[in-house]
């Protein structure tokens, strides 16, 4: 059966950081682009970043530009998203995906991890 499953999240005070954490289990995810989005109440889940399998491709979404770092781990078939300088704006469920090539739709999705930023 094949899961991802997203770790890290809680609470913090804005201006602060977490790590979230993705792990893939099922299958190896090493050839995968892999990617985070999030959904805050009442709104639709958005793109944050993806990374393409050797890391060479990152992208982001503007919104967390210069607080957000993308990593990857493939012999822990494992993914990062280090926030840092969080925002109250930043408050969302993230969820943690997998795909098969750069422009295309993610086939794997985790649950969500909650993260919760206060002012």
């Known amino acids: 059966q094949v899961q991802l499953v997203e770790s890290g999240g809680g609470l913090v005070q804005a201006g602060g950081s977490l790590r979230l954490s993705c792990t893939a289990s099922g299958r190896t995810f090493s050839r995968d682009v892999m990617g985070w989005f999030r959904q805050a109440p009442g709104k639709e889940r958005d793109f944050v970043a993806k990374?393409?399998?050797?890391?060479?491709?990152?992208r982001y979404a503007d919104s967390v530009k210069g607080r957000f770092t993308i990593s990857r781990d493939n012999a822990k078939n494992t993914m990062y998203l280090q926030m840092n300088s969080l925002k109250p704006d930043d408050t969302a469920v993230y969820y943690c995906?997998?795909?098969?090539?750069?422009?295309?739709?993610?086939?794997?999705w985790g649950k969500g991890a909650l993260v919760t930023v206060s002012s």
């Open positions: 990374i393409n399998w050797n890391s060479i491709l990152i």
């Open positions: 995906a997998a795909g098969s090539t750069w422009s295309s739709g993610m086939d794997y």
